[in-house]
């Protein structure tokens, strides 16, 4: 027997898996504020440090590391969440302990080809599955999406996954970052619904 998802069957489902305000998606949209950045593997790197350590990695070397897969939900603050989206890249964890960071910095800068920013609690990235991805669905990730390697932190709203990261900065002082200094939530826990400053 097929069941057909969508407002039959599956609903009671879905409004479990739906945080507050949000609606189930399909498709996978792309939210980006500026043009897409066009990054090769080749002269791609990525960076983690602290204010005393720095590590950084080549694609090659990126790739050779662990890596985990996660299938997750998605939420968006524009309101769409997207179901069971499938993820492998490196677990932040493994980043920030490969690079020897210390471990008693309580926050987090991520930075992008192309300028983009984004702020969390470093316990937002060790203590809940975080990934920087390179992989979607079983195929490299694409460029709309990120590509070659986003940051995924599915627990937050999606504007924290920052795509195209070319590095994280451990810091002592939060700092908000794009959408967090334009009037986003500094947080963004879509169940807490945590859009906008203030909520
Ligand atoms: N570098 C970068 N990362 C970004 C954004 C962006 O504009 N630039 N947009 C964010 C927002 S608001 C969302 S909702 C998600 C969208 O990811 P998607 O385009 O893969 O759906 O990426 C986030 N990461
Ligand atoms: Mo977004």
């Known amino acids: 027997m097929s069941v057909t998802a969508g407002f039959g069957g599956r609903r009671g489902d879905d409004d479990e898996r739906l945080p507050p305000g949000q609606y189930r998606v399909d498709d996978f949209p792309v939210l980006t504020a500026g043009p897409t950045p066009l990054v090769e593997t080749d002269s791609w790197a990525l960076t983690v440090r602290d204010d005393q350590v720095e590590r950084t990695w080549s694609w090659d070397e990126f790739t ?5 897969s996660v299938t997750t939900d998605i939420h968006c603050v524009t309101h769409w969440s997207k179901f069971d989206t499938q993820w492998a890249g490196v677990s932040v964890a493994t980043l920030l302990d490969e690079a020897g960071v210390r471990d008693d910095a309580p926050y987090a800068q991520v930075y992008c080809y192309g ?7 470093v316990e937002d990235l060790v203590d809940r599955v975080a990934l920087v991805a ?18 995924l932190v599915p627990h937050l709203y999606l504007w924290k996954s920052a795509k195209w990261i070319r590095g994280i900065r451990l810091v002592d002082h939060d700092q908000p970052g794009f959408w967090e200094s334009a009037g986003y939530h500094n947080h963004g826990d879509p169940w807490l619904e945590q859009r906008y400053a203030g909520d």
Do not use: K, Q, W
Request: proline share 10%; glycine share 14%.
């Open 115 to 121: 300028g983009y920013t984004t702020n969390l609690p």
């Open 64 to 68: 050779a590391l662990e890596v985990e």
């Open 134 to 151: 390179h992989t979607f669905d079983g195929d490299p990730l694409e460029v709309e999406h990120g590509g070659p390697a986003r940051l």
